[in-house]
């Protein structure tokens, strides 16, 4: 059973930069497909970023150019760097990871088991 804690939030300004990190604990021998996701009260989750078993890495068009995906396997740790922010970016920031088999959309929220329980960006 994995478990992901996020960190890394924070208030920024505009134009700031912040760097996300999500660590893994538990059994986590397997391959993961991971992501970031977003949400903003009365929205639905957004899907951010993802990264593929075999490293491969997607984007929302919102944040392409912006944000950065990173994995250090030897840390179980999952990042997102996110620079130039936009006061657009404020939202509550969930990791995700998919532990079933199969290929999947990744910034699909229906494509992920396992979630953290958040991190909060503000950017004004």
């Known amino acids: 059973h994995v478990q992901l804690v996020e960190s890394g939030g924070g208030s920024v300004q505009a134009g700031g930069s912040l760097r996300l990190s999500c660590v893994a604990s538990?059994?986590?021998?397997?391959?993961?497909?991971m992501g970031w996701f977003r949400q903003i009260p009365d929205k639905e989750r957004e899907g951010v970023a993802g990264?593929?078993?075999?490293?491969?890495?997607s984007y929302a068009d919102s944040v392409e150019g912006r944000f950065t995906l990173s994995k250090d396997n030897a840390k179980n740790t999952l990042y997102l760097q996110m620079n130039s922010l936009k006061p657009e970016d404020t939202a509550m920031y969930y990791c995700?990871?998919?532990?079933?088999?199969?290929?999947?959309?990744?910034?699909?929220?229906?494509?992920?088991?396992?979630w953290g329980q958040g991190t909060q960006v503000t950017v004004s």
């Open positions: 538990g059994d986590t021998t397997g391959r993961y497909c």
């Open positions: 990264i593929e078993s075999d490293g491969s890495t």
């Open positions: 995700a990871a998919r532990s079933l088999p199969g290929v999947v959309p990744p910034l699909a929220e229906s494509s992920y088991n396992i």
